[in-house]
């Protein structure tokens, strides 16, 4: 395997942004009575004609492995290519949830450690993420969905994981607004409650990785396509991916050499692979999101219902955020429909009877990489030098912070971290799926 360790100068953690005078209190108080302007949180760059590192996609998983190559790893020569802009795809597309109540125990031990670097990114980025710890229910309306979430709030416990199944009463305490009632089409028989969920500012946490990734030296290129990979020896014509090793990458903007690349994109992460010779069981779908008028705090928690398809939480502007489960066709269309809203609407509606009157704003769509077993497939692939952190699924978002860690560290010391081996891409011909179905947010 080619490695980063030569380039390594031992694992340390810098941060230039962190107790900036330019992203100080100070800087803002002055800012405000001067209206002197921002300075930019990342440059624009020529592109170089090679880089230790190009890493494909600048959403939040791109820039946090970035981030951590130069932060833990002093790895800075490192480009970040787009086709797009920063957090143009999933990772501005998402409904902002974070968790890590998953079914199996290595999903649980796997986001539960991203919650964790969640929770002190303000400071390590010295950006405000507004991170909103409001707890997280979701909710089982029959016997085998509660089954379900007592298996998972085991599964949690033993990992330590705040999570816990609760009954009607307890969960019309903590969500008032939810019809309770055994009146209803489908009535709410208990909950997983999962206190350290919640949501955090998806567009912060993008720009948070870009400026500190920017101010160690990584670059970012927005506007750039990567339309090839280019690999020499192997069997990438035969289509069948078998070996050979990464050299460069072509983009719009002209040719890269390097020795390693790292697929960071979401909903083009099948074709990117198939350029290196690697084939990935992914399927894309596009996930529909709505977003109403702001009214009020009425909804202290995330709100979950696998049965009803069905996701809403509050923004702290007041605005009320659904998501619901893929299309469920394969498409790289990114269309809303009418279909959905109806779809959407009537389900948030047999919840909360009370908010007919609100009304929607606006629906966007984002693509989703759809494996087999609902677990990513991350590390290291056939072909030398080329990695893969893809096939998020709808849960791409939350992963952010540890998979970025996580491939910074397998890209630096050429091994892949305990965290991530069960997620190997070698799983679907082993055999040793990591199931997580019965984890996502809704049914599929
Ligand atoms: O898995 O928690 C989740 C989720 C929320 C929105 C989409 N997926």
Redesign the pocket.
């Known amino acids: 395997m080619t490695t980063m360790r030569m380039l390594t100068t031992g694992i340390r953690r810098r941060s230039a942004v962190s107790g900036s005078a330019r992203y100080s209190a100070a800087g803002l108080i002055k800012r405000g009575i001067t209206g002197e302007s921002w300075p930019r949180a990342w440059r624009d760059h020529e592109l170089k004609s090679s880089y230790d590192v190009v890493i494909i996609g600048a959403g939040v998983h791109g820039l946090a492995a970035a981030y951590y190559l130069a932060a833990n790893h002093g790895i800075t020569n490192v480009a970040v290519l787009d086709k797009g802009y920063v957090g143009g795809g999933g990772s501005g597309r998402?409904?902002a949830?974070?968790?890590s109540n998953y079914l199996t125990p290595e999903g649980v031990a796997f986001y539960d450690r991203s919650l964790t670097l969640y929770n002190t990114m303000a400071g390590d980025l010295n950006i405000n993420v507004m991170f909103s710890e409001r707890g997280?229910l979701t909710l089982a309306h029959t016997d085998s969905a509660l089954r379900t979430m007592r298996w998972r709030a085991e599964v949690n416990k033993l990992q330590g994981i705040d999570s816990n199944v609760i009954g009607p009463d307890e969960i019309k305490a903590l969500t008032p607004s939810l019809d309770t009632s055994a009146n209803t089409r489908y009535p709410i028989l208990g909950a997983l409650y999962h206190p350290p969920?919640g949501t955090i500012r998806h567009d912060a946490v993008n720009w948070g990785y870009a400026r500190a990734a920017n101010a160690l030296g990584v670059q970012i290129h927005q506007n750039t396509e990567v339309t090839d990979i280019v690999v020499v020896g192997g069997e990438r014509e035969s289509g069948r991916g078998g070996g050979g090793r990464v050299t460069g990458v072509r983009t719009t903007r002209g040719d890269i050499a390097t020795p390693i690349v790292l697929n960071a994109t979401a909903g083009w992460a099948s074709l990117i692979a198939a350029m290196a010779g690697v084939r990935l069981p992914i399927t894309t779908h596009p996930?529909q999101?709505a977003v109403t008028e702001p009214v009020k705090v009425f909804l202290p928690t995330?709100v979950?219902s696998g049965s009803l398809h069905v996701?809403v939480s509050q923004t702290d502007r007041g605005e009320l955020v659904f998501?619901a489960s893929v299309d469920p066709f394969a498409t790289y269309d990114m269309r809303g429909s009418l279909d959905f809203t109806e779809e959407l609407a009537g389900h948030v509606l047999e919840l909360m009877p009370g908010i007919s009157k609100m009304r929607l704003l606006r629906q966007w769509a984002g693509l989703c990489d759809m494996t087999p077993d609902y677990s990513p497939v991350m590390g290291f692939t056939p072909v030398e030098g080329f990695l893969s952190d893809v096939g998020w699924?709808?849960?791409g978002?939350?992963a952010g912070p540890v998979s970025g860690e996580q491939m910074a560290e397998c890209i630096a010391t050429g091994r892949t971290p305990k965290l991530i081996a069960p997620f190997a891409l070698e799983r679907f011909t082993a055999g040793q799926l990591v199931g997580e179905k019965g984890?996502?947010?809704?049914g599929h």
Not at 439 to 442: F, I
Request: glycine share 14%; hydrophobic share 50%; no cysteine.
């Open positions: 998402n409904t949830i974070v968790r997280h969920g996930l999101a995330v979950v996701y998501g699924g709808t849960y978002f939350k984890a996502a947010a809704v």
